[in-house]
C-alpha cells in the first residue's frame, strides 16, 4: 500500500468517523471511519516492516590495488596509400 495510501486511509477514516453526520439508516459512516483508519495504521506499520528490512548495512571488501604493468613500447605505424582518381585503365 505504501506510507500515501496508508496517510489517505487514515484522514478518510478520520473524515467519516468525525466530520461527517449523515443517517444512511442501513450504514454507520462512523463505522466505516473507524474501520478505514484502522486499515490505515495497518498498512504504516506493514510499510514500516517491509522498509526496516531494506535498510540493512551492507559490507564489501576494497578492491586489490592495481599494480602498474610495464610493458615493452611498441610503436605502430599507419600509412595510407592513396591512388589517383583517374579513370580505369
Do not use: C, K, N
Not at 486511509?9 to 466505516?32: E, K, N, T
Request: charged share 20%.
Amino acid at each position: 500500500m505504501g506510507i500515501g495510501g496508508s496517510i489517505f486511509l487514515i484522514a478518510l477514516g478520520a473524515i467519516f468517523a468525525f466530520a461527517l453526520h449523515v443517517d444512511l439508516g442501513w450504514l454507520d459512516l462512523s463505522v466505516v471511519g473507524w474501520v478505514l483508519m484502522l486499515a490505515g495504521v495497518v498498512g504504516l506499520i506493514m510499510t514500516a516492516w517491509f522498509w526496516r528490512g531494506r535498510r540493512r548495512a551492507v559490507v564489501t571488501t576494497a578492491p586489490a590495488p592495481r599494480v602498474p604493468v610495464q610493458r615493452d613500447r611498441v610503436v605502430e605505424e599507419y600509412r595510407e596509400v592513396r591512388r589517383p582518381s583517374g579513370p580505369v585503365v
